[in-house]
């Protein structure tokens, strides 16, 4: 069975400063982790993947995430919060076995001008 | 092109109607999915089409019903919806199911049932 936490269902940071979404997971196979965007009234966008290569992945609009194996862990960030990264973010594993995706509860990031 | 097209982008619909939600895209892409997301969720898998095939379905009523014309086209046709069924429709392509973390997804459908 596979699982993801996202730690914060809602997190707000002032314009400038750093973003850190948290995403804990559990997988029964070697996992494939990603992060999706969602903003208000639109369709999801990819961010990032990590799939086994680089533990250290970096995604569009300036975001990047770590795969920490020990921590169970794929916690996304971004150095300096824009106002355009107000949005809905969902970790998402699968098990590169079965295929099947499952998606976290989602967190909302507030950005303060 | 990497983008997947919805229509409509709104729709009411009373408890008797008969409509569809049309999905196209043209990257190639060989599976495409529908999604449930209802307010403040993520989303829900419904159905999955592979090669045109359908692969999955996550146990939906047959009050929705599924079709793929061919491999750009996927439909979702809808009869006798309850008001629970309101929610966002989402329709989204991977290259192929091994590729199923990686999707492309429309801007969605916003389905209200009176």
């Known amino acids: 069975a596979q699982s993801v936490t996202q730690l914060d269902s809602h997190v707000s940071v002032s314009e400038g400063t750093p973003v850190l979404l948290r995403c804990n997971y559990s997988?029964?196979?070697?996992?494939?982790l990603f992060w999706y965007v969602q903003h208000p009234n639109k369709g999801l966008q990819l961010l990032l993947k990590?799939?086994?290569?680089?533990?250290l992945v970096k995604g569009i609009n300036g975001f990047e995430a770590e795969f920490k194996k020990s921590e169970t862990s794929f916690h996304l960030t971004k150095p300096s919060a824009h106002m355009s990264d107000a949005a809905e973010y969902f970790c998402?594993?699968?098990?590169?076995?079965?295929?099947?995706?499952?998606f976290g509860s989602g967190t909302r990031l507030q950005v303060q001008p | 092109d990497t983008e997947v097209t919805q229509t409509p982008k709104h729709l009411v619909m009373g408890m008797t109607n008969k409509k569809s939600l049309k999905c196209e895209q043209h990257?190639?892409?060989?599976?495409m999915y529908w999604y449930k997301q209802k307010a403040k969720k993520p989303p829900e898998l419904m159905f999955v089409?592979?090669?045109?095939?359908?692969?999955i379905n996550e146990s939906v009523p047959s009050r929705f019903s599924p079709e793929c014309p061919n491999s750009s086209l996927l439909n979702l046709h809808l009869h006798a919806l309850q008001p629970e069924d309101s929610a966002l429709y989402l329709c989204?392509?991977?290259?192929?199911?091994?590729?199923?973390?990686?999707?492309?997804f429309g801007e969605g459908s916003r389905l209200t049932v009176l």
């Open positions: 997988s029964s196979y070697s996992p494939s």
């Open positions: 089409y592979s090669y045109e095939k359908l692969s």
């Open positions: 990257m190639g892409h060989r599976a």
């Open positions: 998402v594993v699968t098990d590169t076995g079965r295929r099947a995706l499952t």
């Open positions: 989204a392509s991977s290259q192929d199911r091994l590729a199923a973390g990686e999707l492309f």
């Open positions: 990590y799939t086994s290569a680089a533990t």
